[in-house]
Nanobody
Framework: QVRLVEYGGALVQPGGSLRLSCAAS????????IGWFRQAPGKEREGVSY????????HYADSVKGRFTISRDNARNTAYLQMNSLRPEDTAVYYC??????????????????WGQGTQVTVSS
C-alpha cells in the first residue's frame, strides 16, 4: 500500500524552529520528486518547496526562501522540511507529496501523485 505520513507538526513560538518528516511506505522515494505544500484556514493550498529527482535541485517559494530547507534521506525513505525563523503566517496544515510522472517536481499540486494526510503547524505566542 502506497502511503506518505508526515510527522513533526506542533505549536511553536514566533522565531522558533520545527523539522517536519515525511515517511514513505509501499514505494521508494528516490524515484520521485518530493514537494511540501501548506494550507491555511480559508486559503488555497500553496507550494512551499520541492526537491527535483532529475538533478537533486531544491526550490522554494519566496515566502519561505532563506528560512526553510528541504532534504531527503533515501536510505530512510524519508523527506524533511526544516523550518526556521517561523512566523505566525506560516501557520497551516503542511502536506508532503511525491511526483513520479513529473519527476522534476514543481510548486503546483497537480504534478504530484501521492499525498500525505497533513500535519498541523501553529506559530503563536
Amino acid at each position: 500500500q502506497v502511503r506518505l505520513v508526515e510527522y513533526g507538526g506542533a505549536l511553536v513560538q514566533p522565531g522558533g524552529s520545527l523539522r517536519l518528516s515525511c515517511a514513505a511506505s509501499g514505494f521508494t522515494l528516490d524515484s520521485y520528486a518530493i514537494g511540501w505544500f501548506r494550507q491555511a484556514p480559508g486559503k488555497e493550498r500553496e507550494g512551499v518547496s520541492y526537491i527535483s529527482n532529475t538533478d537533486g535541485s531544491t526550490h522554494y517559494a519566496d515566502s519561505v526562501k532563506g528560512r526553510f530547507t528541504i532534504s531527503r534521506d533515501n536510505a530512510r525513505n524519508t523527506a524533511y522540511l526544516q523550518m526556521n525563523s517561523l512566523r505566525p503566517e506560516d501557520t497551516a496544515v503542511y502536506y508532503c507529496a511525491a511526483a513520479g510522472t513529473y519527476s522534476s517536481g514543481g510548486l503546483l499540486s497537480w504534478l504530484y501523485d501521492y499525498w500525505g494526510q497533513g500535519t498541523q503547524v501553529t506559530v503563536s505566542s
